[in-house]
């Protein structure tokens, strides 16, 4: 069974970082899901692709809000999927999720590719 964990969310004022980490059950990138991502949804609006990138490496792909600022990353020894936040504005307040999944290249940046998705962990840029 896939569980999907985040943590790391908090308050931070603009300017500063967070990273967020994404704790997968053991054979979540082995036996269900090829791909790992990062969405965000603010109350009332849709929900955002962040980032993703295929569990054995390669392309990278980011949002354009978050283009040169965010950076996704996993450890495979621990199945852990990361989200480097850095430079953080007001507007990146919101709640963040990871997800997982089969997606294929067209599809990488659709929530709709992803049947797997953790709890959320809430991220509040503000001074």
């Known amino acids: 069974q896939v569980q999907l964990v985040e943590s790391g969310g908090g308050l931070v004022q603009p300017g500063g970082s967070l990273k967020l980490s994404c704790a997968a059950s053991?054979?979540?990138?082995?036996?269900?899901?090829?791909?790992y991502a990062w969405f965000r949804q603010v109350p009332g609006k849709e929900r955002e692709f962040v980032a993703a990138?295929?569990?054995?490496?390669?392309?990278?792909y980011y949002g354009d809000s978050v283009k040169g600022r965010f950076s996704i990353s996993r450890d495979t020894a621990i199945s852990t999927i990361y989200l480097q936040m850095n430079n953080l504005r007001p507007e990146d307040t919101a709640v963040y999720y990871c997800a997982a999944g089969r997606p294929i290249t067209s599809t990488i940046t659709t929530q709709s590719a992803y049947p797997y998705w953790g709890q959320g962990t809430q991220v509040t840029v503000s001074s």
């Open positions: 990138r295929r569990w054995s490496g390669g392309t990278t």
């Open positions: 053991r054979d979540t990138f082995g036996a269900y899901a090829g791909a």
